[in-house]
């Protein structure tokens, strides 16, 4: 399916074109042949799969422009790649989409100009992206191309760019590390010391005075404009107050006026009234159905009403006309309020983060900065009842730590010195001094800010299927239509006025804007919903695909369990007291970093222990350490070592097999040659563990563990969490076990480490657990938050909720059209209630979509 053309080796410049709309080997042949006319034009590949054409044009021979003309002349739409990476992308916002179809109908409008590359519309933040090559289309030509479909376009500076979250509010990271150590601790214990004010996009050409408002000369008149604040002012004002509204307002007037009057006058007077009303409106909507005509959607929600109402209006029913182009509009400012809703649980997320930070000066001394101006590095105090203004560490203080707002934990956590803290969180009691850790666009809650608008911007399999369905949907009902006026004239006998009149409500019942809004408007809802709960999902096709999951597959260590061991078990000899024992294996661990060290101290810490002095600490090679304690020798090391030693286990030894057979890390501390008592370790289990396995197992799902572990930690962790475990497994073996259980069905991975990401890839959905690392975090499809277990199950059940919404949505849009065309058919009910018919069904669907903002666990 590839074509490859050499020319001798003539010596020249390679270029690569990127060419859309070769759909088969004849395209290839024909680009081909066309391209290798040219003069001086050599080693021409093509790769059909990959869209790519790539030449070499020798020194006097055809330009890239021409070889670009030749190409156009063929109806492919072509981009020379190098110019391509050379032009940084360029944001506007635009204002007024409220639907799918209006995502539609912007990225074909804007993908239809020269030199226009890699188009991304994403309706809940309301942000265009995309590339201009350089010599084609300029930024003024992309802002008029939007104003004449009746959006708005406000050119975005680069630092307001997706990705580059406001000024004033966004910074995030799902990654707040919580130091967990990713290591397997069944081993010997054996350790050495262990605006936008007129802001044009980058590379912009400079257009001032430039108005954006393309094609609203009816603006001032009529209040109207798609957008829902034309006038810069509207952004503050309420929806009752904006363009769309004052609109709705003045048809409303006109048509309850022409009413009034048409009770008490004949309705020769009072026609030409309904007659106003219906042309107030058909004007901007006419207006905004030929721009997208030319724009390249002829068949667009527009024109189907246009044409109702304007063929009502020529067979005498302006009343009925008039009532149409009011419900229309109404259901486009219903559509506005709606989706401003949506993209509010977005935007709130912004304002978790606080407007300024108190950073501390050398002298102690503190000043008041905007928190987005904080930088790595720099110390902030953060006073009882502050939010935290970036994430960081702990230097000083301690206090409770409400996180609930960022991960959804709602229990407060205490912090103290070393300890990690997360942007947005709120401190409940103790001053705190922090060290920023993070840039302020690279914190927390920027970072799911970004994911969350990266997320809606990814349309979901159903959500695709439903907008190519309805690209043919439009375009079948005119046909359909057409066949309504023509047909039972001649077949049924009916009058031509009752076939027109038939065939213009088939025409409004067939409008798609209920059916397109049904899938983006769910699942915006359930993306938001999942971030208020620390539950981050990056598309609508990861979040559909989660509920389908037949198995979920879990790392051990980091994920259900804590990442780091614990002292579970203190079995001292006759004569020693366990709190002898911790404390002599406190002082020889004390001043240690490894993490069995770590937990013995915590322990010893945690019954108040204090721990005794000790000296000439040393370490025997992968066997024991050892200390003098108050003038005893003391030894810390595995049974092995102990045996060496000497030392009489005596009834212990059976309590070291038992030990080791639950998975635990068993130590033997001796003193003066005898064994003082054994200290068992494990990493244990999350404290939810075993009923978020049991949660996923009322949902039908099955819970395997896949671990790097040995086989006897491995099952004893997972017969304590009733689930099926495979041990000892590489990265690579993870690799192979995901691909084994996705024979079965759709599979997802939940880790937290570094050894975790292949797997996170390789599986249908990856999730990363909050505490884990950067590169899981990144990897993954989704992320919970809230170093919780329960946490997966909980990601399911939104799934699930999401798409029985979606489900629900799609059978209320064609549900109500599938009634309506009946009785429209039948002459029950006329062109009013066939408006009806998709407004209704669209108020309905995204009313219901709203439901799921408060969706929470369990319900």
Known sequence: MDGTRSGGGTPGQPVTWRVEGMDCASCVAKVEKAVGRLPGVTDIKINLMAE????????????????????????YKVTRLEALAASPPLSWRVEGMDCASCVAKVEKAVGRLPGVSDVS????????????????????????QIGALGYKA??????????APPASAVDHDHGHCRGHDHGHHDHDHGHAG??????????????????????????AAFGHSHADHDDPADATKPWYATGKARLVWLLGALVIGAYALSLVLPRNLTYPLFLIATLVALVPFGRRAFNLARAGSPFSIETLMVTAAAGAAVIGAAEEAAVVVLLFALGELLENVAAGRARAGIKALANLMPRTALRLRADGSTEQVPSDRLSVGDLVLVRPGDRVPGD?????????LDESPVTGESVP???????????????????LRVRVSRAATDNTIARIIRMVEEATASRAPTQRFIER???????????????????????????????????????????????VISVPAALASGLSAGARRGLLIKGGAALEAIGAARTVAFDKTGTLTAGHPKVTDVLPVAGTSAWDLLAYAAAVEQGSSHPLAKAVLAEASERGIATPQASDQGAVPGKAVTATVGGRKVSIGSPRHAAELGANMGALAEQVSKLETEGKTAVVVVVDGAAAGVLALRDEPRADAAAGVAALSKLGIRSVMLTGDNARTGAAIAGGLGLDVKAELLPEDKLREIGALREAGSVVMVGDGINDAPALAAASVGVAMGGGTDVALETADAAVLKDRVSGVAELVGLSRSTMTNVKTNVAIAVGLKAVFLVTTLIGVTGLWPAIMADTGATVLVTLNALRLLAWKPGV
Request: aromatic residues 6%; contains cysteine.
């Open 392 to 400: 960081g560490t702990i230097e000083e203080g301690q206090s409770a």
């Open 413 to 431: 956590v205490t912090r103290g010195p070393g300890d990690a803290v997360v942007a947005g969180s709120i401190n409940a009691d103790g001053a």
């Open 469 to 515: 369905f309805s690209t043919y949907w439009t375009p079948g009902a005119m046909v359909v239509s057409a066949l309504v006026i023509l047909l039972p004239p001649f077949l049924l006998g009916w009058d031509w006025w009752t076939s027109v009149y038939r065939g213009l409500a088939v025409l409004l019942i067939a409008c798609p804007c209920a059916l």
């Open 52 to 75: 790519r054409l790539g030449a070499t044009l020798a020194p006097g021979g055809a330009t890239p422009e021409a070889v670009e003309k030749q190409i156009g002349a063929l109806g």
């Open 121 to 144: 519309v994403n309706l809940m933040t309301e942000r265009l992206t995309l590339r201009l090559a350089p010599g084609t289309t300029d930024a003024a030509a992309v802002e008029k």
């Open 154 to 163: 406000k050119a975005l500076a680069p630092q307001e760019a997706p990705g």
């Open 194 to 219: 262990h605006g936008h004010a007129q802001a044009q996009p980058a590379g912009a050409q400079p257009h001032a005075a430039h108005d954006h408002d393309h094609g609203h000369a009816h603006g």
